[in-house]
Nanobody, 121 residues
Framework: QVQLVESGGGSVQAGGSLMLSCAAS?????MAWFRQAPGKEREGVAH????????NYSDSVKGRFTISRDNAKKTLSLQMGSLKPEDTAMYYC?????????????????WGQGTQVTVSS
């Protein structure tokens, strides 16, 4: 079992920035950030493999968000910039990619409880 705890969410105006963090009980796996807005499916935002050598972003955040990890501290981060109202969602940290598509929610085994990000116009 892998425990994941997200933090760093909050409210920000459009154009602003936020940094999300995820504290993990292990750094042994690929990890990713997902988000889910009310009434919408969970959407993959960014993926990073164990070593940090492979990174993938959804088209909707490419160039604005940066995923990173510190394996020694067992933390995953998401630096979000140029935020838009459509970035408003609950953001989740996920771990243990079982194979398939890096930004597909069903391909991950462990999830945190989420942290809310609200972007106002």
């Amino acid at each position: 079992q892998v425990q994941l705890v997200e933090s760093g969410g909050g409210s920000v105006q459009a154009g602003g920035s936020l940094m999300l963090s995820c504290a993990a009980s292990t750094s042994a796996y690929d990890m990713a950030w997902f988000r889910q807005a009310p009434g919408k499916e969970r959407e993959g935002v960014a993926h990073i493999n164990y070593s940090g050598g492979i990174i993938n972003y959804s088209d909707s955040v490419k160039g604005r968000f940066t995923i990173s990890r510190d394996n020694a501290k067992k933390t995953l981060s998401l630096q979000m910039g140029s935020l838009k109202p459509e970035d408003t969602a609950m953001y989740y940290c996920a771990a243990y990619f079982r194979g398939g598509r890096w930004l597909e929610a069903s391909d991950y085994s462990y999830w945190g409880q989420g942290t809310q990000v609200t972007v106002s116009s």
